[in-house]
């Protein structure tokens, strides 16, 4: 459990000669994030705290009112002290956990630290049995109460739960959990899956409710606020009514209910994550009102209570139809919500997708991005690797992220067009907007299946904290705590695997930004045709000639024309398009030359070729390791390579063969391609 970046005795020996002060001296009894501080230094760290402030070497204050927003902290350095000012004990527990970030990477950065967002969550896909939808790292640490015969941490479900109680309990991780979330500026948890089924659906009624806030409890004292998923449909499937309509009054008193009593568990409860008339899932549709109606009745149920909705923007119709290509499932997000802008509540945040379709390898942004203008947003990224190798596959996805973060909507009437910048431009409540991912830790021994995946979590804390931090940056950070005894040319041999291992992914896997060749449902591995003549509406359209998605205004489903008018002009044409998503925005013949001056179909082999061997490659520095590095991570990592090149050459084979018999093309370097 401590082979996380955030190792005890890896700090303390960092931070050995330190003495810590506490201004003021007194912790109100209500403070709990002031006592945990306290608590940290002293149990966790075990380093010594003086009330004599010319004696220590690390000064915390808290000055109320000092700076305009309540989570920043200042770092000075005065007479050989470091100083640390925050208006309330939470700003001071960042400051706490950047300085030791600051200690251990050797970089002291002075001045005021604010986070770029304010809400910074993770949304938890953990299902009341203790597994967790798209999880690769074991068992769920909040749920799960299992008999000690089986073995849910592996994978096996089918066991019994004792006393049919739900939680987990297990107190010294969610401590050490919460304690990670917190280093990186994490402030708020979604802690159950977002389709919410069976005993999911009571978690908020006083069946669940001493479960939930005893981890709520624990959160808390970290600075971060607990929120629950709920199914629309709950005032019918548990509530006795005969409705879910958001107009009924019945309706409206069950949530203000529901609400009411929760708050008297969890005075702090952040609010509800709504996935609605989605995959499956009840919502509003189904009695003809639209998502602003459904999602300001339960914004209003919450209102008195400071709580927040967090309505899900990932609403599509599933029954698409291969046949018919004007239908075009990255059109639903923006077909549901754009005329919706301004007519959500101050308390409402709609949660959109990085990109139009789901979670891929390559997506462009989300079009509601710039055109929203009146609405709360957070934008949304997987750091559980559903399409991104299951933390198998070595994947430090921040690359991609930054990438979204950045990504210019060329609007030239917003005075900073890039997403992560648009997200509090164009909030009603800026305070209501931020980032959100779904989490990627479990039971297993390094919290993330393959160790190296951890850094997905890591970076993707720091990024939602700092949107101007690089990728680059990130994970040098992320090393140098991780493995702080390492020989330098271990470190680099680390790096140079980790920082190319995103676009090494997405070399070997669809081309281009087509998406969704993986095995259909579980999404490991390749099926080129998986999808093909699929209800989910993911496909690639290759036939003899060429691949690729027509999305263009002109002969496609117009999907382009979503996106602001220079960015659509930019998509609109493939000699404007940029190479990662050529293909999800057009369809185009094999012999078409790239801007890399090569034709589509040889730049589908060579990626491929170039894929596998990049993994090749990893597995060969990653040997050189073997005496460097702790075993269990050495070993664990290892493991994962050994699959990851497999499946790298799977997605090759299968890939360049199902393009090599389309077109019939020779690779022009003539590597063997299966026929
Ligand atoms: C993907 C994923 C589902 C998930 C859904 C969502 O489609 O495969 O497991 O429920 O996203 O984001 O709601």
Request: hydrophobic share 35%; charged share 25%; net charge neutral.
């Amino acid at each position: 459990m401590d082979s996380a970046w955030l190792n005890n005795n890896r700090i303390r020996e960092q931070l050995k000669n330190d003495v810590f002060t506490l201004l003021p001296n007194r912790i109100a009894e209500n403070d709990v994030v002031k006592k945990q501080l306290y608590t940290e230094i002293v149990e966790w760290l075990k380093l010594p705290v003086t009330f004599d402030k010319e004696n220590a070497s690390i000064v915390l204050i808290e000055e109320n009112n000092k700076y305009d927003n309540d989570e920043s902290f200042d770092v000075q350095e005065k007479n050989g002290q470091i100083i640390i000012i925050g208006n309330n004990s939470k700003a001071l527990l960042y400051g706490f956990y950047s300085l030791i970030r600051m200690k251990l990477t050797g970089k002291l950065k002075t001045g005021i630290h604010t986070p770029s967002q304010s809400l910074r969550m993770i949304n938890h896909w953990d299902q009341t049995d203790g597994s967790i939808e798209r999880g690769y790292s074991g068992a769920s640490i909040f749920f799960g109460n299992f008999n000690k015969l089986d073995n849910p941490d592996k994978g096996n479900f089918n066991v019994k739960l004792i006393n049919g109680d739900i939680f987990r309990h297990d107190t010294k991780r969610l401590v050490y959990y919460a304690r990670m979330l917190a280093s990186v500026g994490i402030n708020s948890i979604s802690i159950n899956n977002v389709n919410v089924r069976g005993q999911g659906i009571e978690l908020i009624t006083n069946k669940y409710l001493n479960g939930v806030q005893e981890i709520a409890d624990i959160f808390r004292k970290f600075g971060i606020k607990l929120f629950l998923s709920i199914n629309w449909a709950a005032p019918k499937l548990i509530g006795g009514l005969e409705t879910s309509n958001p107009l009924d009054d019945k309706v409206k008193k069950f949530w203000r209910d529901i609400c009411k009593n929760i708050y008297s568990y969890i005075p702090d409860f952040g609010g509800f994550v709504v996935k609605a008339d989605s995959e499956g899932e009840p919502g509003p549709y189904q009695y003809g009102c639209d998502h602003a109606q459904g999602a300001n009745m339960l914004a209003d149920a919450i209102k008195p209570f400071d709580g927040l909705i967090i309505w899900r923007a990932f609403v599509y119709n599933s029954h698409q139809d291969w046949r018919n290509r004007k239908n075009d499932r990255a059109k639903a997000a923006f077909e549901n919500f754009a005329s919706l802008d301004g007519k959500f509540s101050s308390n409402v945040i709609l949660q959109m997708k990085f990109g139009p379709i789901d979670f891929q390898t390559a997506e462009p942004l989300q079009p509601l991005f710039g055109k929203l203008r009146n609405t709360n947003q957070m934008m949304e990224f997987e750091i559980t690797a559903e399409y991104l190798g299951h933390q198998i596959d070595i994947n430090y996805v921040l690359p991609q992220w930054c990438k979204m973060i950045n990504f210019n909507t060329e609007y030239e009437d917003l005075p900073d067009p890039k997403a992560g910048a648009i997200l509090r431009e164009t909030a009603v409540d800026s305070n209501n907007t931020g980032i959100a991912a779904v989490g990627n830790v479990g039971m297993s021994e390094h919290w993330t299946g393959n160790p190296l995946a951890q850094s997905n979590l890591y970076g993707y804390g720091r990024l939602c904290w700092d949107n101007q931090l690089s990728a680059e940056e990130i994970l040098k950070e992320w090393i140098i705590q991780m493995f702080p005894s390492i020989k330098k040319e271990s470190k680099d041999k680390i790096y140079s695997i980790m920082i190319t291992s995103n676009k090494t992914y997405v070399d070997y896997c669809a081309p281009l930004g087509v998406g969704f060749m993986v095995v259909p449902h579980y999404h490991y591995g390749p099926s080129v045709n998986g999808y093909e003549y699929d209800r989910w509406g993911t496909y690639h359209f290759a036939d003899r000639n060429g691949v690729g998605v027509d999305r263009t205004i002109k002969t496609g489903s117009g999907f382009v024309s979503m996106y602001s008018k220079k960015l659509a002009n930019k998509f609109e044409n493939p000699d404007t398009t940029p190479m990662d998503v050529m293909l999800f925005f057009h369809h185009l013949n094999y012999d078409f030359i790239l801007p890399n001056n090569k034709t589509l179909i040889q730049t589908i082999y060579d990626l491929h070729f170039r894929g596998y061997e990049n993994v090749k490659k990893y597995v060969k520095q990653w040997n050189c390791l073997k005496h460097d590095i702790e075993e269990s991570i050495y070993d664990t990592v290892q493991v994962c390579l050994n699959e990851q090149l497999k499946n790298a050459l799977e997605w090759r084979d299968q890939v360049n063969t199902y393009f090599y018999r389309m077109s019939g093309v020779k690779d022009s370097l003539g590597r063997k391609i299966y026929s």
